[in-house]
């Protein structure tokens, strides 16, 4: 037990950067997903469609890992040099942006037209009426899927130990080589990632319910 | 642009032929695995619905712990702690039952919903004109729920094929190891990791592309709420 707990404080340091990175990521995946889905929602040029649309399928049909070695040993060949967890912020996050990107698109295409038209009509700035209007309904209708996406975030930052990010695999790994309580350690590194993904599940049910999502 | 393109032409000649066959191991990979997940999967709907007090449970939590769980730790821990147990799989074999695993939850999730879209009279109207359950089943009840289980078990496929990448981190020679060990000797990884992500984009896009055709198609003629702009 002594051993079992040694381990897992072990692994807690590299929970907190696979946590710095998640956080990262779905920051880059929030703000790209939603501009994309803006721009998709809105604007009608055929370019700009068909861009986002490459962007979307050729992030979501090539594995997470292939556009991590792109980022982390392909930019560096070229001179751009990024550090493993910027790298995996960056990567996860612009994989995360076509994700998100869909399920805004999505959300902001089951909103009514009439709520655009009528918050025009009382003379609301466009601005306003995304602020104010269509983003706080649009966010209520996809927070389910906002949901998965964040605990399939966390369980995706174990693919950035193959970049050498210091993250929860990353340290079980290691440490299997120096101690080889092999078991031991993978039973750790999976409860910690069930100790940090289940209350994100419960947490997104719990303010689904508040909320009276799918009433 | 077109130094950066000529360096293929230079290579393709060594490279096409080292990733075509491993691009064979993926397929053959994901294939087994999601072969292995559709097995387990439906094992696992069946428990789900069985009558029995424990059965569901379980299979619940076994569906809880697999989506909580990352499938890297989960290779890596049949790759590794399994032959503690006496169990030694090549990491090919570990890579399939680490995949089944994992896919046999999202598997059972599908097969769920699409049985549960099934209506309740078609399974009462089978009986009453006097087919067995297991006739009622095989004639009337699953050519209608695999209409709409299609896509998404495409989709799910996709995801198994993309998650077969992580096989390489237990040594299985499919694509991303070939490429890392194609990368470690010409040191030109931009070039080659943009040319796996062709390679899974060739066989993975295709298939999405399928699965959203055949949803238009089965969603025709059926009112779907938010379809209309």
Wanted: aromatic content about 10%; proline content about 4%; glycine content about 8%.
């Amino acid at each position: 037990m002594n051993t079992f707990l040694a381990i897992v404080k072990t692994l807690s340091v590299g929970a907190l950067t696979a946590l710095q990175v998640s956080v990262g990521a779905f920051l880059i995946a929030a703000l790209c997903g939603l501009a994309l889905a803006l721009a998709r929602t809105f604007i009608h040029h055929r370019l700009v469609q068909a861009s986002i649309a490459a962007y979307s399928e050729w992030m979501r049909n090539v594995p997470a890992l292939a556009h991590l070695f792109v980022l982390y040993f392909g930019l560096a060949s070229a001179g751009i040099r990024l550090s493993p967890v910027t790298a995996a912020c960056v990567g996860l996050g612009l994989v995360g942006a076509a994700v998100l990107c869909d399920i805004f698109t999505a959300g902001l295409r089951s909103l009514h037209t009439g709520q655009r038209e009528a918050a025009l009509a009382i003379g609301l700035t466009p601005a306003q009426v995304l602020r104010c209007v269509l983003l706080p309904q649009m966010l209520r209708v996809t927070l389910p899927s906002l949901g998965n996406y964040g605990s399939q975030l966390v369980k995706d930052t174990s693919i950035a130990s193959a970049i050498a990010v210091p993250e929860i695999m990353f340290y079980a790994r290691n440490l299997v080589t120096s101690t080889f309580e092999t078991t031991l350690i993978y039973l750790a590194a999976m409860a910690l990632y069930a100790a940090i993904v289940l209350p994100i599940t419960w947490g997104f049910a719990n303010v689904e319910r508040r909320l009276g999502v799918g009433r | 642009m077109i130094e950066f393109l000529a360096i293929y032409a230079d290579y393709w000649v060594d490279w096409s032929g080292r990733l075509r066959s491993a691009a064979l191991v993926t397929a053959a990979l994901s294939l087994a695995g999601f072969v292995l997940a559709a097995l387990l999967g439906s094992l696992l709907t069946w428990a789900q619905r069985s009558a029995h007090r424990g059965l569901p449970h379980a299979a619940g939590v076994y569906v809880q712990f697999i989506r909580s769980v990352p499938l890297l730790a989960l290779l890596l821990a049949i790759y590794f702690v399994l032959p503690q147990a006496g169990v030694t799989l090549s990491g090919f074999w570990a890579g399939v039952l680490g995949l089944g695993l994992q896919g046999s939850a999202y598997v059972a999730e599908i097969l769920r919903g699409g049985l549960g879209s099934v209506h309740k009279g078609q399974r009462e109207a089978g009986l009453a004109v006097g087919m067995t359950p297991w006739q009622v089943f095989v004639n009337v009840s699953a050519p209608q729920a695999l209409r709409v289980m299609l896509p998404p078990l495409l989709n799910a496929y996709v995801s198994l094929l993309k998650d077969s990448s992580l096989c390489a981190l237990i040594a299985t020679d499919e694509l991303m190891l070939t490429a890392r060990a194609i990368s470690s000797e010409s040191f030109l990884p931009l070039h080659i990791f943009l040319l796996v992500g062709v390679f899974y984009f060739a066989i993975a896009f295709p298939l999405s592309m399928l699965s959203r055709w055949l949803e238009a198609r089965l969603a025709r003629g059926r009112r779907v709420m938010g379809a209309a702009t």
